[in-house]
């Protein structure tokens, strides 16, 4: 199982929006409603910040947004903080029955 | 509150052997997927492993199949993985974590460190 594709590294301003992508396959991001993101501050455990694709867990905040189309999940942050500074991941459960991380993208608050 | 809270980790040389533990707390443990998910020195997560509630089914990444085994104790609230015949690719964080079911993982713990190497 191949991991999904994430862009290297994303930028933006504060108070701006800015989109992270993840490219899976038709066995895993086009196929199934379970995609799942992560913000990991160095040194860190990972957090989830949104799940089933488009859902946050309770209490965090609705600057983070999560959507798919095809085979592409996306990440959305708004009203960019510098607290957001992080890496993200994204993940998909897959046809074989696993789960499948993305390489991770690094967000620098300018 | 969810805790995860793991031990075990350190040095092993290569061919060793290394057994993770992860203490679970405020939560139904035994009704949970638990996950053991790794992170090599600044490289991205890796999952590793799954268990399901009762400890009947697991699954394994192809790179540890054979080597690692994960298991659960739900009278303690303990999960466990079992890391044989070590190589230095092991070498990551690895982190404990939960969901309630095995499509995704929710909470996680705050890693440790195994390093493989003569």
């Known amino acids: 199982q191949s991991a999904l594709t994430q862009p290297a590294s994303v930028s933006g301003s504060p108070g701006q929006s800015i989109t992270i992508s993840c490219t899976g396959t038709s066995s895993d991001v086009g196929n199934y409603n379970y995609v799942s993101w992560y913000q990991q501050h160095p040194g860190k455990a990972p957090k989830l910040i949104i799940f089933?694709?488009?859902n946050r867990p309770s209490g965090l905040s609705n600057r983070f947004s999560g959507s798919k189309s095809g085979n592409t999940a996306s990440l959305t942050i708004s009203g960019l903080q510098a607290e957001d500074e992080a890496d993200y991941y994204c993940?998909?459960?897959?046809?074989?029955?696993?789960?499948?991380f993305g390489g991770g993208t690094k967000l620098t608050v300018l | 509150e969810v805790q995860l809270v793991e031990s075990g980790g350190g040095l092993a040389q290569p061919g060793g052997s290394l057994r993770l533990s992860c203490a679970a707390s405020?939560?139904?443990?035994?009704?949970?997927?638990m996950y053991w998910v790794r992170q090599a020195p600044g490289k991205g997560l890796v999952w590793v492993s799954r268990i399901n509630g009762d400890g009947s089914h697991t699954r394994y990444v192809d790179s540890v199949k054979g080597r690692f085994t994960m298991s659960r104790d739900n009278a303690k609230n303990t999960l466990y993985l079992q890391m044989n015949s070590l190589r230095a690719e092991d070498t990551a964080v690895y982190y404990c974590?939960?969901?309630?079911?095995?499509?995704?993982?929710?909470?996680w713990g705050q890693g440790t460190l195994v390093t493989v190497s003569s």
């Open positions: 089933d694709v488009t």
């Open positions: 405020g939560f139904a443990f035994r009704s949970y997927w």
């Open positions: 993940c998909s459960y897959a046809s074989s029955t696993t789960l499948v």
């Open positions: 974590a939960s969901g309630i079911t095995m499509k995704e993982v929710e909470a």
